[in-house]
């Protein structure tokens, strides 16, 4: 009953930063902890971050630690993702995705996936 939409992706030079975002149909957001995800060329699905239903709790891979940031915004039925000083290894797809769980870096645990939003960080 959700459906999600990453946007915010695009062409970086390393040391910058970029804003993604992910809108979510209906109006059952707030039921749902929220992830994101990323794949790069020939690599498996990473875990990168989750926020709470109530945005009270977050954890982040240890890759990405102290450089992203999730939030989420109910009322706009919307989660965002803050990329700081972004690496070359940071270039993947970056996947949002909605849990009817608690919410964790199990990706199996998530119900619902958005068509993913490019990231490629440059020198």
């Known amino acids: 009953q959700v459906q999600l939409v990453e946007s915010g992706g695009g062409l970086v030079q390393a040391g910058g930063s970029l804003r993604l975002s992910c809108a979510a149909s209906?109006?059952?957001?707030?039921?749902?902890?929220m992830g994101w995800f990323r794949q790069a060329p020939g690599k498996e699905r990473d875990f990168v971050a989750v926020i709470s239903r109530s945005g009270g709790i977050t954890y982040y891979a240890d890759s990405v630690k102290d450089r992203f940031t999730i939030s989420r915004d109910n009322a706009k039925n919307t989660v965002y993702l803050q990329m700081n000083s972004l690496k070359l290894e940071d270039t993947a797809v970056y996947y949002c995705a909605a849990s009817p769980q608690v919410g964790s870096s199990w990706y199996k645990e998530y119900r619902y996936w958005g068509q993913g939003t490019q990231v490629t960080v440059s020198s």
């Open positions: 209906g109006r059952t957001f707030s039921s749902y902890a």
